[in-house]
Every structure is written in structure tokens, then in C-alpha cells.
């Protein structure tokens, strides 16, 4: 099931480094990353290496993991501090939001209409519209 969802966040054709945090899994979650793409970084074991994936040249792929389970905050903190990109996409491993639409995110930030864009499932329409020209002022 998570080699579905990685497969769909790597066939989008964006140039791209792909960092999974890892928050301390305990279901075979982190074995499988880690057999599949390696260590890139841990709490413990701050080496870092970068492995390619066969199935896309553009795209790197990082595994980065907590010993235990700290939460959300703090797995967006260690993915942060490791993107090496100009832009940063948020996907959590529920896929939410489909990767079919990362263009159209990022088309937003690159042509200077805004710095930061959030998805959300609450806004549409008008709403949407009014919030999109608050947040991007």
C-alpha cells in the first residue's frame, strides 16, 4: 500500500527530492523504506546519503526516521531542515491531496503570485477565492 502512494508522488514529472519521515512506525513500515531506499538520516545516525530510484532520474529518494513516535510537528521539522529544494510540498502518507495537482501549486509560487499555498477541503467558491487573495495578499 505505501509503494502505491510513493509511486504516485514519484510519477509526477516535476523535478524533485522526495524525503519520507518516518515517525517512529512500528508496523514493518520503516523496514520496508529502509530495505527499498535506504538509511539518508536518522535521530541517532546523522550520515547523509542519497539514493536514486530506477523508476525516476529526477528524483531522490530520502529516508529519514525517528527512533519514536514524535508527532507530527515534529516530522514536518525534521523534513524541513533536510529539503534541499526551493519549494516545499507537504504530502502526508494518506495522500489527501492528490500529487496530480502539485503543478498547479506550484505554478502559483513560481510565477510570483504568492509565497506559500495550503490546500483545503473547507474552502470553494467565493470563500475560496476571498482567502486565496488574503493569504496571498
Known amino acids: ?72 510537528g515534529a516530522a514536518l521539522k525534521t523534513g524541513f531542515l533536510h529539503a534541499r529544494g526551493s519549494i516545499v510540498i507537504v504530502q502526508d502518507a494518506d495522500l489527501e491531496y492528490s500529487p496530480e495537482n502539485y503543478h498547479r501549486l506550484m505554478a502559483l509560487v513560481i510565477t510570483g503570485c504568492t509565497d506559500v499555498v495550503y490546500g483545503s477541503w473547507f474552502l470553494g467558491g467565493m470563500k475560496r477565492k476571498l482567502a486565496t487573495r488574503l493569504l496571498s495578499g
Open 1 to 72: 500500500m505505501i509503494e502505491t502512494k510513493i509511486g504516485r508522488v514519484q510519477n509526477v514529472e516535476i523535478p524533485k527530492e522526495l524525503i519520507i519521515v518516518d515517525d517512529g512506525s512500528t508496523d514493518g513500515t520503516r523496514e520496508w523504506l529502509l530495505k527499498r531506499f535506504g538509511q539518508g538520516s536518522s535521530d541517532e545516525e546523522k550520515s547523509q546519503k542519497e539514493f536514486s530510484d530506477s523508476r525516476a532520474d529526477c528524483s531522490r529518494v530520502r529516508v529519514l526516521t525517528h527512533q519514536h513516535n514524535q508527532g507530527k
